[in-house]
Nanobody, 121 residues
Framework: VQLQASGGGLVQAGNSLRLSCAAS????????MGWFRQAPGKEREFVAA????????YYADSVKGRFTISRDNSKKTVSLQMNSLKPEDTAVYYC???????????????WGQGTQVTVSS
C-alpha cells in the first residue's frame, strides 16, 4: 500500500489543522493506521493510531483530548484532526499502515512521505 500525507501548514497556537492520508491499494481496510511525528533534532514519536474498522483509537498523552484520529475505509483515507495546537506540536507528521494499531514504529510496514506542521506562538 502507498500512502500520501497532506494538510500540513503554518498555523498560530490555539488554532486547528486537519491532516489527511490517502492510501492506494485494495487492502486498506485490513490495515491499522497510525500517525507519528518528528520534531527537529528529536526522534520520531507516536501520535495516534486507529484499528482497521475505526472501533479503537489510541493517543499519546501529549495530544489526548486535542487530536482525533479517524478513518474512512470507503475513501481509503485516515485523518488527524488537531485542535488547540501548541508550538511543541511543530513537526513533520507521518502516516503509517501496519497489522496492529501500535505505538511502536516497527509494527508499521508502510509509511507516507510526511507533511510539515508548524505552530507559531
Amino acid at each position: 500500500v502507498q500512502l500520501q500525507a497532506s494538510g500540513g501548514g503554518l498555523v498560530q497556537a490555539g488554532n486547528s489543522l486537519r491532516l489527511s492520508c490517502a492510501a492506494s491499494g485494495r487492502t486498506f481496510s485490513s490495515y491499522a493506521m497510525g500517525w507519528f511525528r518528528q520534531a527537529p533534532g528529536k526522534e520520531r514519536e507516536f501520535v495516534a493510531a486507529i484499528n482497521w474498522n475505526g472501533g479503537r483509537t489510541y493517543y499519546a498523552d501529549s495530544v489526548k483530548g486535542r487530536f482525533t484520529i479517524s478513518r474512512d475505509n470507503s475513501k481509503k483515507t485516515v485523518s488527524l484532526q488537531m485542535n488547540s495546537l501548541k508550538p511543541e506540536d511543530t513537526a513533520v507528521y507521518y502516516c503509517a499502515a501496519g497489522s496492529y494499531s501500535s505505538r511502536l514504529e516497527y509494527e508499521y510496514d508502510y509509511w507516507g512521505q510526511g507533511t510539515q506542521v508548524t505552530v507559531s506562538s
